[in-house]
């Protein structure tokens, strides 16, 4: 019976090319007569009939080929994963995590709020990790990575997480090509964003492209979109499915709270991010508290202490922000 439903298709198509075969030879005895009306009315339905059927063709190639990429994907996937299990521990195949989350009713199955607050906070924390360890690699010395005030988090990474799960997750049984293509276009526009949400909110920026070759305003560039695309299939390859795996380990009593109590700390992390910030600009430029609030800010968050964090951080000049506000309010 599976090979029956396996082989429909193929079989279909057997009958689909002796049929444009013996279509194109009625067609060719069909020409020289065109000439005449009543044969040329029969030419003209003949060619909408074909213009119908190349349209109802061609969506069927489609879904054909996404069918052959997916499941020979999922074999790939589960061949890899059985390969490994012998010698290493090995990522689960996606297709596996889709299972169990929805065997055991899981409060973070599939694609919920639960599951992207969870990424996102491991993600900013892994980033950081990285970072500094690249930092250390190329430098030959540790340097704060975070990009909050609160614990080694650095929302980029986490949001850049986010955003290659959201956007990757519907192809995370298909081939590769499809997930390094996606991290690549998901990375850059994740990057760009941030770079022009920090210089204009702040007035600084961590990250300049303007040296490498085939850059956007110095935001990103060809390289490291690349590097977005290898990452993106390592992501949805690889540390998606370990993360899930892991994820499926919380009860979902104490899942729930613990998300919960995350999603707290971090917005409360964000905005004394943003209060002290905000604060380092207005002391840069010369400008007092004007709150108790502000004071207390000052007093917590001072400019050795914020550089400390934000190490990378460089502030554009008053007289550059001044001169961008008047051509944005232009």
């Not at 069909?30 to 213009?51: F, G, V």
């Not at 943003?274 to 004007?290: F, H, I, K, N, Y």
Request: hydrophobic share 45%.
């Amino acid at each position: 019976m599976r090979t029956a439903v396996l082989n429909r298709v193929e079989e279909a198509s057997s009958h689909l090319a002796e049929a444009v075969e013996q279509t194109e030879a009625d067609l060719a005895a069909l020409y020289p007569q065109m000439e005449d009306p009543a044969i040329l009315e029969e030419a003209r339905q003949q060619a909408q009939s074909l213009k119908r059927a190349s349209s109802v063709v061609r969506d069927a190639l489609r879904q054909t080929y996404a069918m052959s990429d997916e499941l020979g994907a999922r074999c790939e996937d589960i061949k890899k994963q059985n390969r490994k299990r012998r010698v290493i521990s090995a990522a689960p195949a996606n297709a596996v995590i889709d299972r169990r989350e929805q065997e055991q009713a899981h409060f973070a199955r599939g694609l919920n709020g639960y599951k992207l607050l969870l990424i996102g906070v491991v993600g900013s924390f892994v980033g950081v990790v990285v970072e500094l360890l690249w930092c250390l690699l190329t430098n030959g010395y540790l340097e704060s990575r975070s990009g909050l005030v609160y614990g080694p988090f650095n929302l980029v990474y986490g949001f850049g997480a986010v955003a290659l799960t959201v956007c990757l997750y519907k192809f995370r049984n298909r081939g590769r090509w499809i997930s390094f293509l996606g991290g690549m276009i998901v990375g850059s526009v994740v990057e760009y964003l941030c770079s022009v949400f920090q210089e204009v909110a702040f007035g600084s920026c961590s990250w300049d492209y303007s040296h490498m070759p085939f850059n956007i305003n110095g935001r990103i560039c060809l390289l490291y979109s690349f590097f977005w695309g290898f990452l993106g299939v390592l992501w949805i390859k690889d540390l998606y499915p370990r993360m899930a795996q892991w994820i499926l380990k919380l009860p979902n009593r104490a899942g729930k709270i613990i998300s919960w109590a995350l999603a707290v700390f971090f917005v409360f992390n964000s905005f004394m991010t943003v209060a002290a910030m905000t604060r380092w600009t207005q002391r840069l430029d010369g400008v007092e508290p004007s709150t108790a609030f502000g004071a207390y800010i000052d007093e917590r968050f001072p400019n050795e202490r914020m550089e400390d964090i934000f190490a990378n951080m460089e502030f554009l000049s008053l007289e550059v922000r001044d001169a961008q506000n008047s051509d944005r309010g232009g």
